[in-house]
């Protein structure tokens, strides 16, 4: 994990948007990966560059929940039920209210959910706080050798 690369999973292109520029006022400059999906998500995390090699793993995931093709809760038992995924930082980034959407997450592994806030400046905020944890304050697990 040499490069702190964050993975972005976000169906919704407004929200992906505003959560890049977000990261941007944050003045967070890590390469971001975006999956649009959690098919495409996963994909990138179990799948292999052109040249052959694993894809770099993130430093954390941000995932929403509600995505098509595999949904976010999917796509978290699938990260936690493989070795090379299983300690990865999840943050649950969602605009989902429901207590049985949160339970089930932190279930499942999560290490943080987050409700999206409506307010722009707000969001940016969170995301802020969001990249100076998770990147910048917590100490990653050691790498596996991947």
Known sequence: MNEKLILLV???????????RALAKGNIANRVVVAHD?????????????DGAANPLP???LLDLKLPKVDGLEVLRCLRGDARTQILPVVVLTTSTEDKDRTEGYRLGANSYVR?????????????????YWLVLNEPPPTNGR
């Open 116 to 132: 999206k806030p409506v307010d722009f400046l707000r969001f940016v905020e969170a995301i802020g706080q969001l990249g100076l």
């Open 10 to 20: 976000e169906d919704n292109p407004k929200d992906e948007a505003l959560t890049l």
């Open 59 to 61: 430093q954390v995931i």
């Open 38 to 50: 959690g098919a495409e998500a996963l994909d990138y995390l179990f799948g292999h560059a052109a």
